[in-house]
């Protein structure tokens, strides 16, 4: 079955830090460049980080450079996105999605809150 | 950044009748442009890439068209499972950009 799934969120006091995970199934992982794109509550969306197949390119919203880290493991089907620093603003659901010209395939998303 | 600016932002149609939704980039984006479908609780659903072409499994009644700065998505005959919010994206420029979102209601 092809699918992502995401996993590592939860709650986290402001400055605080968290590592989210994508998997990948059912699909050549390696083959795909892959994104995440977040959505804070009732909001539209947002994305925020990309990374190439190889893992050798990578691009940051201005929202979350410096703070964000994005990384892949290709021998383990995933997709990581660590967050440092965080602030009550990043609040939101995480989505891992594939592709660069158009997502063609979404994660269920996992909730990332910032509060005290 | 490349803004993106949808419009409107509700629209109330009655199943059956066609839909226009506009989406207008704040420089030109070519044909590098993307639309999804989102209902409540779900993930986004790619409708349309490269502004015109169908992804896969999505039905006829939605199209693409424009470039440029002016792009719209068109669905003929609103069906009961077409009610949802949707967005318009760009991937001519980093970073990407996603328009605010268009809400389609039941008239």
Redesign the interface.
Known sequence: QVQLVESGGGLVKPGGSLRLSCAASGFTFSDYYM?WIRQAPGK????VS?ISSSGSTI????SVKGRFTISRDNAKNSLYLQMNSLRAEDTAVY?CAR??????L????TLVTVSS | EIVMTQSPATLSVSPGERATLSCRASQSVSSNLAWYQQKPGQAPRLLIYGASTRATGIPARFSGSGSGTEVTLTISSLQSEDFAVYYCQQYNKWPLTFGGGTKVEIK
């Open positions: 994104s539209g969306l947002e994305w990309y691009y940051y919203a201005d989505y592709g660069q010209y158009g997502f063609d979404w994660g269920r998303g």
